[in-house]
C-alpha cells in the first residue's frame, strides 16, 4: 500500500546547534535504512520550509506509523498521511 506522507519538523529553534546536528544525521541514517527496506520510496522538499513530503509503502497504516516513529526527530514532526489507491487510468487496460 502507498502512503502520501507530509512532515514539518518542528525542532525548537533554541535546540543547540550541536544536539541540531546529531540529530540531522541520525535522521538521515534512518532515512537510508528505510529506502533499503523498500519503504521510502521517493522524497521531496517543500520550498521555503522545514519540511518534506516522501511517497513510502508498506503493507498497512500500522507498519507505516511505526517506521515514522523510529525517525529520531518523530517527536517534533508534524505529520500528515494520506493513503493512496490506484487510479483506474493507472491500471494495465
Not at 543547540?16 to 529506502?35: H, Q, W
Amino acid at each position: 500500500m502507498e502512503f502520501l506522507v507530509r512532515s514539518e519538523n518542528r525542532l525548537p529553534a533554541d535546540t543547540p546547534a550541536e544536539r541540531r546536528e546529531e540529530l540531522r544525521r541520525a535522521e538521515r541514517a534512518r532515512a537510508v535504512e528505510l529506502r533499503a527496506e523498500g519503504m521510502l520510496k521517493r522524497l521531496w522538499r517543500v520550498p521555503g520550509r522545514n519540511a518534506t513530503i516522501g511517497l513510502y509503502e508498506a503493507p498497512d497504516a500500522t507498519v507505516l506509523h511505526a517506521a515514522l516513529m523510529s525517525l529520531p526527530m518523530a517527536p517534533w514532526l508534524d505529520v500528515t498521511v494520506e493513503a493512496l489507491a490506484t487510479h483506474p487510468q493507472e491500471q494495465a487496460p
